[in-house]
């Protein structure tokens, strides 16, 4: 099977250009990830500061999220209902489900990065698509 150009697989990143780290605990691929007070991590604002972006669950079950502080081509997932981003625009996290959402110019979370490409078909970890699209995003300097 080729390249499919029209899906992202998520978990992966298009350039080798990025910064990896890893945290405790799971938060599926292409969600921001933030670190609590007590050390775990979520994708609530409510929650705390933002790490990344999630590469997904550890596949050797060590119950670890890998994600992104740096990188160029990122995949991000888009919340429901959010299915064009900008080529160029600024990045807008929700504050809820740490996915990204459209620019307004106030509310949720606007992050250090801009859009590279338009919404794609999501392909998770395991294979399936996700109901919802994703896009790349460049993260360069982090978010």
Same mark, same amino acid.
């Given at each position: 099977?080729?390249?499919?150009?029209?899906? =992202?697989?998520?978990?992966? #990143?298009?350039?080798?250009?990025? +910064?990896?780290?890893?945290?405790?605990?799971?938060?599926?691929?292409?969600? *921001?990830?933030?670190?609590?007070?007590?050390?775990?991590?979520?994708?609530?604002? %409510?929650?705390? +500061?933002? !790490?990344?972006?999630?590469?997904?669950?550890?596949?050797?079950?060590?119950?670890?999220?890998? @994600? *992104?502080?740096?990188?160029? %081509?990122?995949?991000? %997932? !888009?919340?429901?209902?959010? #299915?064009?981003?900008? =080529?160029?625009?600024?990045? $807008? =996290?929700?504050? *809820? #489900?740490?996915?990204?959402? %459209? @620019?307004?110019?106030?509310?949720?979370? @606007?992050?250090?990065?801009? @859009? *590279?490409?338009? $919404?794609?078909? $999501?392909? $998770?970890?395991?294979?399936?698509? #996700?109901?919802?699209?994703?896009?790349?995003?460049?993260?360069?300097?982090?978010?």
């Amino acid at each position: 099977m080729g390249h499919d150009a029209s899906k =992202i697989q998520m978990g992966t #990143t298009q350039s080798n250009h990025r +910064e990896v780290m890893n945290r405790k605990g799971s938060i599926a691929a292409g969600k *921001v990830v933030r670190l609590k007070s007590d050390g775990t991590i979520s994708v609530a604002k %409510a929650d705390g +500061e933002i !790490l990344g972006l999630s590469l997904g669950k550890d596949l050797s079950n060590t119950d670890r999220t890998a @994600y *992104v502080n740096d990188g160029l %081509a990122v995949p991000v %997932a !888009l919340k429901s209902g959010f #299915t064009n981003p900008t =080529i160029g625009a600024q990045v $807008a =996290i929700d504050d *809820v #489900t740490g996915e990204a959402v %459209a @620019y307004t110019g106030s509310g949720n979370t @606007y992050v250090n990065a801009k @859009y *590279v490409s338009g $919404a794609k078909t $999501a392909v $998770a970890e395991d294979g399936t698509e #996700t109901a919802n699209g994703a896009a790349y995003i460049d993260m360069q300097g982090g978010l």
